[in-house]
Every structure is written in C-alpha cells, then in structure tokens.
C-alpha cells in the first residue's frame, strides 16, 4: 500500500510539475491565439470602428461577405491569382526539396556546409534583410547589374518559349517558374530538413539488398526511396500549403495585411476567412487524394 501511494505521489508530482511547464504556453495560445481568432470572426460579421474611447461593434450578418462577392471585382481577381500562384508553387517546392535532399544526402566533402547554406534562407527569413531581398527580386531583377548593351544582345525566356511554338499557357507557365525560381529555391530550407531526416531513417540494407538484385537507381527510387518517404511527403506537402497560403506576398493576404493597417477590421476580416474556407477545402481535397492514391497504394 504505502508502495502504490508513493507511486501515486510521484506521477501527481510528475503531472503537476508538468503543467506549471505547459502553463506560460496555453496562456500564451488563449490570449495571442484564440482571443484574437475569434476576435476576427466577430468583426467579419460586424461593421467596425474604431474610436478614441475603444472599438465600436455593429452586428451586420453577413454583409460583408456578400459585399466581397457581389460588389468587390478585385477580391475574385486577387483570389484566383493567390490560389494559382500556389497551384504551381507546390510541387515544384516539393521536387526542388526532394531532389536537393538526395543530393545532400550523398557522401561528399563539404556537405555539412550545403546543408547549411541551404537552410540558411530559413535562418535570415524575416526582418530587415528578407525585406531588402525580396525588394530585388521583382521584375526588376533581370536588369539588376546589367547594361542595355548587354541585355539587348540576350535570348529571353519569351524568346525560349516562342522559338519552341509552345502555347501560351504553357509559355506563361515556364516564364512565371522560371523569374519565380530564387523565391522558390528560397522556400525550401524547412522542407529539405524533413527530407533528409527521412532519407537517413531509411534503412541501408534495403539498397544493399535491390543491387544485389541488379535493380538501377530509377526502380530503386521508386520502389524504396519514393514509398519509404510518403508519410514525409505528405508532412512536407501540408507544411508548404501552409507557408503558401499564408505568404504575405500573396495578393490577397498582401491587401487583407494593408487593409488592417489602416484600420479597417470588419471587411477584411471577411475577406480571410472567406480565404481561409477556401484554402481548408483544397487542402483537404489534396490530403485525400494523397492517401487514397498514394498512402494506401504503399501500405497495402
């Protein structure tokens, strides 16, 4: 008995001492996440002002997000744009990682220097010195360093795509990857992390065992690489939705930020939460897809 009360002493310790750690964090999320979300789902349905003596809430129903359908031209414009950006973002974030994890993973001098040099766009992402680059890297970014002369005399990648007669999608498509590439090169620190932690989770025997074989470097990749890396695959995948959708570059997200910082509380808030519906619903449409077609594919 006095053994089992004991044990019941230290576990309630274990379990008190536990919570007074997790404590500063769950007051942290109640009061810089919770009230303010749903602070914002309050205002998406009111009209907001904001006056000297504090914030004056009218309820309206849904007034703003009729507003922004109906009314608005630009918020379908900026929504299609934001949503399309992403479309072709994602799975060339997901092969750029991919692919610079496995190369990584090999056995070279100076890799432990990559490593870090690709993670460092991760390390600098934010504040003064992620401003001044992304300021370089808008359109303006084919003329930095180069004179008329110099530039005159190149082949565009418009002139790429109009030799090879490609349509115009497809051309619009390869131009906006291609001036887009540092930004999406830039996106895949965290990603590649994840992508080397499971590449090295992956046993050696399984390689040694497919050269045995006499399998190439192709079947293996898809027979042992591709299938022992899904269930990262599909975290990478979630985690860049994420980041993409809540890029401040966005146009939508760009123009909601600018919106608030005027403050104007009410319509933009319609505005990403509208966002937000939309966005949960492709996402969960794209991590369905995965596991039906790709998770199960592997597991069974």
Known sequence: MSKLKKSRGIEELKSRYGFMFVLPWIIGLVMFFLYPL????????????VSPGGVDIKFVGLKHYIEIL???QNYTTELTTSLTSIVYSLPIILILSLVLAMMLNQKFRGRIFFRALYFLPVIIATGQVMKLVFETTDDSLTEMGVSGG???GMITVEDLTGMLNMSTEVAKFITTTINDIFNLIWSC?????LYLSGL??????????????GATKWEEFWFITFPMLSRITLLV?????VELFINERTPLVERVYGSMLTGQYDKPSAMIWLYFIIVSAIMGVIIFLFNRFVMKRYEA
Do not use: C, H, N, W
Not at 237 to 241: C, H, K, L, R
């Open 70 to 72: 109906k009314v608005d």
């Open 150 to 152: 110099m530039a005159s």
């Open 200 to 213: 090295q989770s992956i046993p050696a025997t399984l390689y040694e065992a497919s050269r045995v074989e």
């Open 38 to 49: 749903i602070q914002s789902i309050v205002y998406s349905f009111s009209d907001v002002a």
């Open 237 to 241: 995948g979630v985690f860049t939705m």
């Open 189 to 193: 620190g965290i990603q590649i992390v």
